[in-house]
Nanobody
Framework: QVQLVESGGGLVQAGGSLRLSCAAS????????MAWYRQALGKQRELVAA???????TYADSVKGRFTISRDNAKNTVYLQMDSLKPEDTAVYYC?????????????????WGQGTQVTVSS
């Protein structure tokens, strides 16, 4: 199947920046949408940003103007540039992707999640 590996989380002061990366590996045939979600302690997982294979993007209202999602299709990688970080951005950030995977005899759908990376913003 397809594995997603995130990197780039960490501890940063309010107003600072972080860049998350998520690379897909496996028998990827095509990746459609790629997205970032986050889950703060005691809260439900929420969509942060998503990007289509053609580059269309959408953002949660809480991050518009501060976060930028992008992707490198040649590397099967999605990025999340996070600027002007606030303490309320503290959460575990998860990468998500869906598309088609090449099997031994056919192409089939996949949907995968990364393991999550912690982002902590101190005030």
């Amino acid at each position: 199947q397809v594995q997603l590996v995130e990197s780039g989380g960490g501890l940063v002061q309010a107003g600072g920046s972080l860049r998350l990366s998520c690379a897909a590996s496996g028998n990827v045939f095509v990746i459609n949408a790629m997205a970032w979600y986050r889950q703060a302690l005691g809260k439900q997982r929420e969509l942060v940003a998503a990007i289509s294979s053609g580059g269309n993007t959408t953002y949660a209202d809480s991050v518009k103007g501060r976060f930028t999602i992008s992707r490198d299709n040649a590397k099967n990688t999605v990025y999340l540039q996070m600027d002007s970080l606030k303490p309320e951005d503290t959460a575990v950030y998860y990468c998500n992707a869906d598309g088609l995977v090449l099997g031994p005899s056919r192409v089939s759908d996949f949907g995968s999640w990364g393991q999550g990376t912690q982002v902590t913003v101190s005030s």
